[in-house]
């Protein structure tokens, strides 16, 4: 026996008891011989109840039994099976085979059409358009007779490229008042003929040239031609002519608004020559119906 070890006692010796079924709590002490083999084959019950998990059951699918079916498709099907609605099938589609070549026919001739009323159409001698409710006449190629008398009479043809005609002036009138007035010879003559070389060109303010002439730089070049300088600007030039009636004023007199606005030339038998205003071009016109008077620079009889 150890050092430590105590005698044992009475109760040591005898045998240790054989448990039961039902074992009750465990003592705390010495251990018997039997207490390793009892304690391993000894079941405890937890305290607290086991918890219990439950599976939801598994929906069955149902596999489809009827296939849905539109309202249309039904219609469509039924269609299908129509022989009526076959034969309209096919009459429909002979009728398209048929008609197809004379489809691209007509397309083809639609399409050539415009091409052939293309075709450039010469232009007439005489062209009469409308700008702001007024008539434009522009004659091209104009030929002009001057008579003139030295014991012999003799005709001679004046050309201009362009004469513009405004306001009703026929080229039958301007004609007439051109061949007057350049038959008479002389400065008057002369003045109209320089001014007349500018019908067409625009009108450009402060200009005196063919690219731009307004109306007092076209009265100005005119009578530059017979030696008289005049300033460009209208009430200066209309202060160095002399006032005549209209019953006594000639060709080549200026015809002068009463504002001193504006300037034109007389030509004769109711008709300017004037450069217009921004926008127009030099023309031919009947006489001004706004108030004018008559401005003489030549002598009667020149």
Known sequence: MGRHALPALDDDRRAAPVPTSTPGPRTRGRRSAAGPAVARSTFVEHQRPARVVALAPTRAVQPATNAFVSRNAARRAERVADPRHVRRAANAKRAALLLAPALAITSTLSLSI??????AVPAPATTTTSQ????YTVAHDVQVPIVSSDGVTTTSIVS???????FGVTETQAKSALSAALSAGGDRATVLQTALQYLGDPYVEGGASHSGIDCSGLTMVAYQ????????YVPTQDAAATTVPESEALPGDMVVYDDEDHVGLYLGQGLVLQAPHPGEVVDIVPMYPAAHHFSRLLPAGS
Do not use: C, K, M, S
Request: net charge negative; hydrophobic share 50%.
């Open 114 to 119: 415009p091409a052939e009323a293309a075709t």
């Open 132 to 135: 702001d409710l007024q008539t």
């Open 225 to 232: 031609a017979v030696g008289i300088q005049l300033a460009h």
């Open 160 to 166: 201009y490229p362009t004469l513009v005609l405004r």
